[in-house]
């Protein structure tokens, strides 16, 4: 079974939304008590770190071609969505628990 590019990128991603998103329930609770803003800031700050390891990771520089262009438009939907949607959901679960 082969594994396109789409793909490991969106699983990427849609894990890390996931602890991002844990970490953010734990760090909006008593002990810690962190404002939503730099929680916010936090997650999309990852997100923008993101991006680049993405882009070294699965070389995707190196595969742009005239027929796939791997920029700012494939990015959100094989990246950010699926991060920001992961991050989302977890956040609120942990946050309500």
Do not use: C
Not at 40 to 67: A, C, P, T
């Amino acid at each position: 079974m082969n594994i396109t590019v789409e793909q490991k990128s969106t699983a990427l991603h849609g894990i890390l939304g996931t602890g991002i998103g844990i970490a953010s329930g734990v760090m909006s609770k008593d002990p810690y008590q962190l404002p939503n803003l730099q929680i916010l800031l936090l997650s999309l700050g990852v997100l923008f770190i993101l991006y680049y390891v993405s882009q070294k990771l699965f070389k995707l520089r190196e595969m742009s071609s005239e027929q796939m262009k791997y920029d700012a438009k494939w990015y959100l939907g094989n990246g950010a969505y699926p991060y920001i949607i992961f991050w989302i959901v977890t956040w609120i679960l942990v946050y309500n628990i």
